[in-house]
């Protein structure tokens, strides 16, 4: 049989093949005119993709390295900070904080879980210096409600600082209109091209914080990159392939929404949704149960079926059909299947992805499932989804 490896993870995700051949023809020096133009008209879109008219600077890191530069830049030791961490990437938050000396607040919540406004408001007091949270948490599928979140720091002195590494492209956001501070992507996510970059946008009072704030910070001082970005360079030699590549997907969403790459994004949110909601519909339909108490487009948390461990259907899917799934993390290894909708990935792999797990879960627990009982479901919803956009 002949099988296609495909990525159904995540983070790295998919690659545009255009993003791909922009990165294989990316021979040029940094500083010259030719990078220069390139890079301002990455940033420019990037503000678009981000959907904010703050400025945003790029770092030559995956996502963390944005994380850490947010709080190097934004605090000093023994500044009170709140870190909402309800999963992997929200302990990232913990560690990062208490690395650079915070006092460190944490309101945790089980794995699978969110915050309600008022659990949030409970610790908000006003010496909070800031918030930190994730848009999506990538871990347990989750989707924080960062406009609510964004409502209650309003008018305060506190920053609100959201990683949406795999938020942005998954996830409607207001960055202005909400008031978020400061907003994390990373180049693996939604943008379709390979890890190495990532960024992020700060609002004026972020900017204004990080003249007072005394934490360490060199290589990743954003406001030395945000001097040399108005230039259209990089404080150090930019990762000029992967910027040439995040150009070219720009450029394709760009050309997804007619020329408008705002709407283009909103074309690729409104893509990560309705794949998302086809492989939750599908799920019920199996009698598969979902992770999350609050579902993120940006992927789908399914707890594996009683006798059955997540990691064997992880490698009866890859053995089966080179497809890669992710298995829950640390504790949650064994227990959840995390399906992403992420970037390039669009209705039929979602179907692909439900057959291809029908089939592994028929071979586990042959009494228990039937063919084609998460497809059909899932077929409604897109025929469905389908006369709403016809009609409109
Ligand atoms: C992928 C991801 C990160 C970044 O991880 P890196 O491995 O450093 O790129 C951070 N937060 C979330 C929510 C993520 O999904």
Same mark, same amino acid.
């Given at each position: 049989?002949? $099988?296609?490896? $495909?990525l159904?993870?995540?983070?790295p995700t998919? /690659?545009?093949?255009a993003?791909?051949?922009?990165?294989?023809?990316?021979?040029l020096h940094h $500083?010259?005119?030719?990078?220069?133009?390139?890079?301002l008209?990455?940033?420019?879109?990037?503000k678009v993709f981000? &959907?904010?008219s703050n400025d945003?600077?790029?770092?030559? %890191? %995956?996502?963390?390295g944005?994380m *850490?530069?947010?709080?190097?830049?934004? #605090?000093?030791?023994?500044?009170?900070?709140?870190?909402? %961490?309800?999963?992997?990437?929200?302990?990232r938050?913990?560690?990062?904080a208490?690395?650079?000396?915070?006092e460190?607040v944490?309101?945790?919540k089980?794995?699978?879980?969110?915050?309600?406004?008022? *659990?949030v408001?409970?610790?908000?007091?006003p010496?909070?210096?800031?918030v930190f949270v994730?848009?999506?948490?990538?871990s347990?599928?989750?989707?924080?409600?960062?406009?609510?979140?964004?409502?209650?720091v309003?008018?305060?002195d506190t920053l609100l600082v959201?990683?949406?590494?795999?938020?942005?492209? #998954?996830?409607?956001?207001?960055?202005d209109?909400? &008031?978020?501070?400061?907003?994390i &992507?990373?180049?693996?996510k939604?943008?379709?091209?390979p890890p190495g /970059?990532?960024?992020?946008s700060?609002s004026?009072r972020?900017?204004a914080?990080?003249?007072?704030? #005394?934490?360490?910070?060199?290589?990743?001082d954003?406001r030395?990159? $945000?001097?040399s970005?108005?230039?259209?360079e990089?404080?150090?030699?930019p990762?000029?392939a992967?910027?040439?590549a995040m150009?070219?997907?720009?450029?394709?969403?760009?050309q997804?929404?007619?020329?408008?790459?705002?709407?283009g994004r909103?074309l690729?949110?409104?893509?990560?949704?309705?794949?998302?909601?086809?492989?939750?519909?599908?799920?019920?339909? /199996?009698?598969? *149960?979902?992770?999350?108490?609050?579902?993120?487009?940006?992927v789908?948390a399914?707890?594996a079926?009683?006798?059955?461990?997540?990691s064997?259907l992880?490698?009866?899917f890859?053995?089966?059909?080179?497809?890669v799934?992710?298995?829950?993390?640390g504790?949650?290894?064994?227990q959840?299947?995390?399906?992403?909708?992420?970037g390039?990935l669009?209705y039929l792999?979602c179907?692909?992805i439900?057959?291809?797990?029908?089939?592994?879960?028929?071979? /586990?627990?042959?009494?228990?499932?039937?063919?084609?009982?998460?497809l059909?479901?899932?077929?409604?919803v897109y025929?469905?989804?389908r006369?709403?956009v016809?009609?409109?």
């Open positions: 049989m002949f $099988r296609k490896t $495909r159904f993870t995540p983070g998919p /690659l545009l093949p993003a791909q051949f922009a990165m294989a023809a990316a021979d $500083r010259t005119p030719e990078f220069r133009a390139l890079y008209k990455v940033l420019a879109q990037l981000v &959907g904010t945003v600077v790029v770092l030559a %890191s %995956s996502g963390t944005a *850490e530069a947010a709080v190097t830049n934004l #605090t000093s030791p023994g500044d009170k900070v709140l870190v909402l %961490s309800a999963g992997k990437f929200g302990e938050w913990v560690s990062l208490k690395a650079y000396h915070c460190t944490v309101l945790s089980p794995y699978g879980q969110t915050f309600t406004v008022k *659990e408001q409970a610790q908000l007091t010496d909070v210096k800031a994730q848009a999506t948490e990538t347990t599928g989750v989707r924080h409600d960062v406009k609510a979140l964004a409502q209650l309003k008018g305060t959201v990683d949406a590494i795999t938020g942005l492209g #998954t996830t409607a956001f207001d960055v209109g909400d &008031g978020i501070d400061v907003i &992507g990373g180049s693996q939604a943008l379709m091209i /970059l990532s960024f992020l700060a004026d972020a900017w914080r990080m003249e007072t704030s #005394t934490n360490p910070r060199y290589y990743f954003l030395k990159e $945000r001097k970005c108005a230039k259209g990089s404080a150090y030699t990762a000029v992967l910027i040439a150009g070219a997907a720009l450029d394709y969403l760009e997804q929404g007619s020329g408008d790459l705002a709407k909103d690729l949110v409104a893509n990560a949704e309705l794949c998302a909601l086809c492989m939750r519909t599908a799920a019920a339909a /199996l009698g598969l *149960e979902l992770f999350s108490a609050s579902h993120a487009a940006a789908t399914l707890k079926p009683e006798g059955v461990s997540s064997d992880v490698k009866g890859k053995k089966e059909f080179a497809g799934l992710s298995d829950g993390q504790e949650m290894k064994g959840i299947l995390r399906i992403a909708h992420i390039y669009d792999d179907i692909a439900i057959a291809g797990l029908e089939q592994v879960l028929a071979q /586990l627990k042959p009494e228990s499932f039937q063919y084609g009982d998460g059909r479901a899932a077929q409604l025929a469905k989804a006369q709403n016809d009609k409109s």
